[in-house]
């Protein structure tokens, strides 16, 4: 039969209690039982050197005055006598033969000290001094230190039995806490499989428990997931209509081109369906590298020199720049040593910055790539003195087929912007479009 995970939570917590508390048990009565010994044995040591002290003072009848004073009315447990070397009783209180052995100094024992009751039958904690021929015998019965052990036996077998119940109570606990929470992400996840993409994990506020990082992670997972959904609506609602311009351009010359008889004209007619193919396949084109783009693993990230990065592309497209009759210049300003970049996707998003510059900036304009460290950030901004885009309208610049009402004459499928900021997001960072006054500043920022 197996257990639900609930259940085995459960139990894993009573085991634990258990196990833990037996072993407190444990440790509290080895540590009483070594005390009690330990106080035994000073007392009985303590008492034979006084007594052994008494009888080198004063002989034999002055021990025997001390037994007797040390000897307490109705005290039955008390050992305190003289034996000759067969162990019979000279003097004192204690068993008629005593079975010391044939050490003649003992410096403590436990064990059975008489050959008859009580001392048969019963341990003592006794000691042996050697006083000329005979022997001093001194020490105490068990009774009392057993009735005392048995008693802190008892109260440690309760609080066991206590803590055990503590630990059902507290599995219990445990298990509803851990299923209340585990119900609460199972609820939310069946929600979003019906498609509820709203749904999200309550996290304590200010928990920092193992739920509540689930409750966050999976929280932001299911912010993405909303987000691409989202984007993904949009991405097919606009390439639908995005696309239906130039396939019936496409359909249109097509049939042109079949019904013209003249070559030259047919030829003319053909290299117009070349182009809108190919602004068709750009479109396609640059869809599939922003979903790559998204979905890059960071263990194609590396460490790289963004000012090295920056002059490489600057070195490329300086002549580009002067061909199309623009000043291009390039400013490094305390850059960071190392970043860990995509080195494909970055150059790419800022090829396509650069471009965007160069298509919009007027003939003999100005194009600038910046390179800039600003506190934990660094910028790699591409700023012209084009048109420049309204601040209400640059985050539908950004959108995926987002074109403005002044660039719609132009070709283009209004995702270049979106693939940039698609790179800038997977490096943590952002797009950022601002004034240049006249012209635009599209930044890449980044942490650094």
């Not at 059902?168 to 069946?190: C, H, K, P």
């Amino acid at each position: 039969m197996r257990l639900s995970v609930t259940a085995r939570i459960a139990l894993l917590a009573i085991a634990l209690a258990l196990v833990s508390n037996l072993v407190l048990v444990a440790f509290v009565w080895r540590q009483v039982h070594d005390d009690a010994v330990g106080e035994l044995r000073r007392d009985t040591i303590e008492q034979a050197d006084a007594l052994f002290s008494v009888w080198r003072t004063g002989g034999l009848p002055a021990l025997d005055r001390a037994i007797e004073e040390a000897r307490a009315p109705g005290d039955l447990s008390l050992i305190v006598e003289v034996v000759d070397a067969d162990g019979r009783r000279v003097v004192g209180v204690g068993p008629a033969v005593a079975a010391i052995g044939a050490p003649a100094s003992i410096d403590f024992r436990i064990g059975r000290l008489g050959t008859s009751p009580p001392w048969s039958v019963r341990d003592a904690g006794y000691s042996v001094r050697r006083i000329g021929a005979l022997r001093l015998v001194s020490g105490r019965l068990l009774d009392d230190w057993e009735q005392e052990q048995r008693g802190i036996e008892r109260a440690l077998v309760l609080a066991m039995l206590l803590s055990l119940g503590l630990g059902v109570v507290g599995g219990l606990v445990v298990t509803r806490y851990v299923g209340r929470r585990l119900n609460s992400v199972a609820d939310v996840i069946e929600g979003v499989a019906g498609g509820d993409l709203t749904r999200r994990v309550a996290g304590a506020s200010g928990g920092g428990d193992a739920f509540d990082r689930l409750a966050t992670r999976l929280n932001a997972m299911l912010d993405k997931v909303e987000r691409l959904m989202i984007e993904l609506r949009v991405v097919t609602d606009s390439l639908a209509h995005d696309l239906r311009s130039p396939l019936a351009r496409l359909r249109t010359k097509t049939e042109n081109a079949v019904l013209l008889a003249d070559p030259a004209q047919r030829e003319a007619a053909l290299g117009g369906l070349l182009t809108e193919t190919d602004l068709v396949m750009r479109m396609l084109t640059m869809l599939i590298e922003i979903s790559r783009s998204e979905s890059v693993s960071r263990d194609r990230f590396a460490s790289l020199d963004p000012a090295a990065l920056i002059e490489e592309i600057a070195e490329l497209y300086a002549p580009v720049a002067e061909d199309a009759g623009m000043r291009f210049t390039v400013a490094i300003e305390s850059p960071p040593l190392r970043l860990i970049l995509h080195r494909e996707l970055m150059t790419q998003a800022i090829t396509n910055l650069i471009d965007n510059a160069l298509r919009h900036a007027p003939w003999g304009g100005e194009v600038t790539l910046r390179l800039a460290g600003q506190g934990s950030e660094v910028r790699i901004q591409v700023e012209d003195r084009g048109a420049g885009i309204a601040t209400e309208d640059r985050e539908q610049a950004i959108r995926r087929f987002g074109r403005l009402d002044n660039a719609r004459s132009t070709p283009g499928a209004g995702l270049g912007l979106s693939l940039i900021e698609a790179v800038a997001r997977l490096h943590g960072g952002r797009l950022e479009l601002g004034d240049n006054a006249p012209g635009l500043v599209a930044a890449i920022v980044l942490p650094s």
